[in-house]
Nanobody, 115 residues
Framework: QVQLVESGGGLVQPGGSLRLSCAAS????????IGWHRQAPGKEREWVAR???????NYDDSVRGRFTISRDDAKKMVFLQMNSLKPEDTAVYYC?????????WGQGTQVTVSS
């Protein structure tokens, strides 16, 4: 079955960096777009970034220029490099994939940006 497992979250100071990873299994990653959402305390889940099967990327305005999404189809991994982190980036980050009309989610990884 489809599984997405995130890792790499943690506590970082404002201005710092983190790299999130998403390990995909149960489907052929090469064929699909995959991306990240996040959910801050008391807020709705919001879309962050996406990378298509050909490598084209899209970002929310709030993270463009600071975050970079990439993929390694051979290793079935997707990454989110987050630089210049701000306190408002604090959230649980979820990897997602849309396959056959269904949306699959990972369990999430907590990112906390605080001094």
């Amino acid at each position: 079955q489809v599984q997405l497992v995130e890792s790499g979250g943690g506590l970082v100071q404002p201005g710092g960096s983190l790299r999130l990873s998403c390990a995909a299994s149960g489907f052929t990653l090469d064929y699909y777009a995959i991306g990240w959402h996040r959910q801050a305390p008391g807020k709705e889940r919001e879309w962050v970034a996406r990378i298509r099967s050909g490598g084209a990327t899209n970002y929310d305005d709030s993270v463009r220029g600071r975050f970079t999404i990439s993929r390694d189809d051979a290793k079935k991994m997707v990454f989110l490099q987050m630089n210049s982190l701000k306190p408002e980036d604090t959230a649980v980050y979820y990897c997602y994939a849309v396959i056959g009309g269904n949306t699959y989610w990972g369990q999430g990884t907590q990112v906390t940006v605080s001094s």
